[in-house]
């Protein structure tokens, strides 16, 4: 399966007919965001000429800026409205969704923060903050609310899980302390996919050692992981094409950095591949190429970075020891 994410893409846009066909060509399926400000006659128009065309499609449910746009546990409460609303539109228009996904990432502001660089205080006053009793009653409450969600959804619709590559790192280990300190439980909902967010221009920024190797050998091994604990629902998100929400986010240079990644994905066995972003193709000087780069290659291992190896092997090492400590499960 190969999915495409779609943001910021004005609805015009992906119902033009060049759009569609350069969708149905390379076999992709439209991740579509559905946001309070775009539940618009126009986007259901989009949906519905996706559907004509023969087109399977996902809603991509998010919130306002104002509620953290992403979901995460402080919103949870209220994202039964955001599918009804997002489902709504696709129904007038007479449009059949085929996934649902859950963008599971940690509030606007926190995430902002969180890509500057997280500092020490902060990830310790998160640690703190996941062990008091009012933060575990309202993690309750989140949970109960997404548990109701997926029991609604079940059966109906693919629901997949996009999250970031720390949590599909910790899936697994029987901790759910990077889950906590996000906000994001995942492991807990039995999603269809989980699609770790694995955007090596990102994690080059981020990243503090493995050099040039170490982003793609991370994406690797976050596929790996992902494989090893549930086969079937393992999916990357890879990119970035273009920028996302916060609008400074790196991007790859070339098609040639994309094919390296899907080929590095394709190597740890993860077949199910979602590209972020159509808006960023569509605006390159060749989608074609970015597309081709997406859809053509085949799999081979990248160059192992051992400061990345070892950087996770810890790192997993300390999750399944945190998860003896009460708190963390």
């Known amino acids: 399966m190969r999915r495409i994410w779609v943001e910021f893409l004005p609805p ?20 579509v965001a559905v946001t309070p400000e775009r539940s618009t006659d126009a986007l259901g128009s989009a949906l519905a000429s996706l559907s004509k065309r023969g087109l399977t499609f996902g809603l991509w449910p ?12 402080a919103n949870a409460a209220r994202f039964t409205e955001r599918v009804e609303g997002a489902l ?29 660089g997280p500092s020490v205080s902060l990830v310790r006053r998160r640690a703190a903050q996941v062990r008091l009793p009012s933060h575990r009653e309202a993690r309750a409450r ?29 899936l697994g280990t029987k901790s759910h302390l ?47 992981a ?5 086969p079937n629902a393992a999916s990357l998100s890879l990119g970035l094409v273009g920028t996302g929400k916060l609008g400074t986010e790196p991007t790859l240079d070339s098609p ?14 993860v077949y199910d591949l979602a590209l972020f972003s159509l808006e960023g ?14 859809t053509s290659t085949v799999a081979r291992a990248p160059r192992p970075s051992e400061s990345v190896r070892w950087t996770i092997r810890g790192l997993r090492w300390g999750l399944r020891a945190s998860a003896t400590v009460k708190g963390t499960r």
């Open 281 to 294: 193709v569509l605006g390159s000087a060749n989608p074609e190429a970015w597309l081709d780069a997406f």
């Open 62 to 73: 998010l919130f306002s800026d104002a509620e953290g746009y992403w979901l995460n546990e």
């Open 12 to 31: 015009e846009e992906l119902r033009r007919p060049s759009t569609l066909e350069l969708l149905a060509t390379y076999q992709l399926q439209p991740l």
């Open 226 to 230: 992902l494989v090893a604990w549930r």
């Open 142 to 170: 989140a949970e109960t609310s997404l548990d109701r969600v997926r029991a609604d959804l079940r059966g109906r619709f693919e629901c997949l899980a996009a999250v970031p590559p720390p949590i599909a790192l910790e």
């Open 178 to 224: 990077i889950q906590r300190m996000l906000g994001t439980e995942t492991e807990r909902f039995d999603f269809d996919r989980v699609s770790a967010m694995a955007y090596t221009s990102l994690i080059a920024q981020a990243l503090p050692v493995g050099g040039k190797a170490g982003p793609r050998w991370l994406l690797h091994e976050t596929a790996r």
């Open 256 to 269: 040639d950095e994309l094919r390296a990644d899907v080929a590095a994905a394709l190597a740890a066995g």
């Open 88 to 116: 709504a539109v696709a129904r007038e228009a007479k449009a059949t969704p085929t996934t649902v996904a859950f963008d599971l990432e940690p509030p606007l502001e926190v995430t902002r923060q969180l890509l500057e």
